[in-house]
């Protein structure tokens, strides 16, 4: 019978055994409640207030909702760190939220030759927990970390790593440095030195391959869409001139007769051009009408 109860006990603990959830000051974290379906009747608390009631919402709960089984919680604080508990369907389960604050004092760029601390603050941890830095180069350093003097190479990406019951957790900060240095270089003919001042400016933002493709698509649009502009003005403003000049004609007067134009050849005539006959044609070809006239008539007297 003892093992039955031992066996249950375990099988409960194990069921009621919740996950960490760690984010930063400001962000937004969505707990999973860790129901596979959709409970009908869900509830979370955080210690012994209720996030969200029929009766009304706490402060919490009014930067929280629901979505499914999870409760999402925006602008997170320090004081939102700590154990919350899901209940549906009459099981419970326990999750632990830890709010992670890290900074640079003085914030901002930093100054090469100038002191900066780098602070790592872990709300919600249990105590005992470590919480060190993990620098740019890979090596650690104990929370606070003194920058004395800043120096190039603490520019980069630092890790505040912590643990919490045994498992071991990170949240990341950007540490961007600038600096002069100088570069000597010997003049071998007159064995003068000379100093350069040398501005270095770096930044840490490390855009991924997919931040670069989607600036390259964007400006690809951004040309497209200018040429697709300066084509449609130029074909309006066409449109415009021809509309112009047509109405220009329209209200032109038409003086066809006072045309400088030369005027056209005649027409060649074709074939061949008939010729008047002749005087001396016209009185033989009497005569000769008159005469068979009379012959004409002394035959009919006869």
């Known amino acids: 019978m003892k093992t039955f109860v031992w066996f249950g006990c375990v099988l409960g603990a194990l069921f009621a055994a919740g996950e960490v959830f760690h984010t930063k000051t400001g962000k937004r974290v969505t707990l999973e409640c860790g129901f596979n379906s959709i409970a009908k009747n869900q509830k979370w608390s955080r210690g012994s207030q209720q996030i969200i009631s029929d009766?009304?919402?706490?402060?919490?709960?009014?930067?929280?909702?629901?979505?499914?089984?999870?409760?999402?919680?925006?602008?997170?604080?320090?004081?939102?760190?700590?154990?919350?508990?899901?209940?549906?369907?009459?099981?419970?389960?326990?999750?632990?939220?830890?709010?992670?604050?890290?900074?640079?004092?003085?914030?901002?760029?930093?100054?090469?030759?100038?002191?900066?601390?780098?602070?790592?603050?872990?709300?919600?941890?249990?105590?005992?927990?470590?919480?060190?830095?993990?620098?740019?180069?890979?090596?650690?350093?104990?929370?606070?970390?003194?920058?004395?003097?800043?120096?190039?190479?603490?520019?980069?990406?630092?890790?505040?790593?912590?643990?919490?019951?045994?498992?071991?957790?990170?949240?990341?900060?950007?540490?961007?440095?600038?600096g002069r240095t100088q570069a000597f270089t010997q003049d071998l003919c007159s064995s003068s030195a000379k100093s350069t001042d040398v501005s270095v400016l770096t930044s840490v933002e490390q855009l991924d391959w997919w931040v670069w493709?989607?600036?390259?698509?964007?400006?690809?649009?951004?040309?497209?869409?200018?040429?697709?502009?300066?084509?449609?003005?130029?074909?309006?403003?066409?449109?415009?001139?021809?509309?112009?000049?047509?109405?220009?004609?329209?209200?032109?007067?038409?003086?066809?007769?006072?045309?400088?134009?030369?005027?056209?050849?005649?027409?060649p005539q074709q074939g061949r051009r008939k010729e008047k006959p002749s005087a001396l044609l016209m009185e033989s070809h009497e005569s000769q009408i008159k005469e068979k006239r009379d012959s004409e008539k002394a035959r009919m007297k006869e």
């Not at 509309?243 to 400088?260: D, S, T, W």
Request: some cysteine; hydrophobic content about 40%.
């Open 55 to 178: 009766d009304g919402q706490s402060p919490l709960g009014q930067r929280s909702s629901l979505r499914a089984n999870n409760l999402v919680i925006s602008s997170v604080t320090k004081k939102d760190a700590g154990t919350f508990t899901c209940e549906a369907d009459h099981y419970k389960k326990e999750h632990t939220l830890l709010v992670v604050s890290v900074w640079t004092s003085p914030h901002g760029i930093l100054q090469v030759g100038s002191n900066a601390v780098l602070q790592c603050n872990v709300s919600g941890l249990n105590p005992g927990s470590t919480v060190q830095w993990k620098k740019p180069d890979g090596s650690l350093a104990a929370n606070p970390v003194h920058l004395s003097p800043v120096a190039l190479s603490h520019n980069g990406i630092w890790a505040c790593s912590f643990s919490h019951y045994g498992q071991h957790y990170s949240e990341t900060l950007q540490v961007m440095v600038y």
């Open 213 to 267: 493709v989607t600036v390259a698509v964007g400006s690809l649009a951004v040309v497209l869409l200018m040429v697709l502009i300066i084509v449609l003005v130029n074909r309006i403003r066409r449109r415009k001139v021809t509309k112009e000049n047509y109405a220009e004609n329209l209200h032109l007067p038409k003086n066809y007769c006072q045309c400088n134009r030369p005027a056209a050849a005649a027409k």
